[in-house]
Nanobody, 122 residues
Framework: QVQLVESGGGLVQPGGSLRLSCAASGRTFAAPVMGWFRQAPGKEREFVARITWNGGTTYYTDSVEGRFDISRDNTKNTIYLQMNSLKPEDTAVYYC???????????????WGQGTQVTVSS
């Protein structure tokens, strides 16, 4: 089992930036792929980005490519999501998750954090 704790959400104006953090503990070696997902009110949870602990291979959904950057610090067992040029449509609860699989499918991630709210509004 992997325990995940997100932090860093908040209210930001359009065009602004936020950095989310996700601290992992437990059997992280059993879940080498870390992902960020988000869920807006009334919508399904959607994939945002993923990274591997080993090698740092990254992948992004098209709507955030070039604006968001996922990274990891293996010494701290922490992943980050740097979000720039934020738009109102980025407003959602953001979750980090861990998986054994290189996937963008939410139901293939079996460890989830509690989520952190990101609101982009003027």
């Amino acid at each position: 089992q992997v325990q995940l704790v997100e932090s860093g959400g908040g209210l930001v104006q359009p065009g602004g930036s936020l950095r989310l953090s996700c601290a992992a503990s437990g059997r992280t070696f059993a879940a080498p792929v870390m992902g960020w997902f988000r869920q807006a009110p009334g919508k399904e949870r959607e994939f945002v980005a993923r990274i591997t602990w080993n090698g740092g291979t990254t992948y992004y959904t098209d709507s955030v490519e070039g604006r968001f950057d996922i990274s990891r610090d293996n010494t701290k067992n922490t992943i980050y999501l740097q979000m720039n040029s934020l738009k109102p449509e980025d407003t959602a609860v953001y979750y980090c998750a861990a998986s054994r699989f290189m996937t963008t499918t939410a139901n293939q991630y079996n460890n989830w954090g509690q989520g952190t709210q990101v609101t982009v509004s003027s």
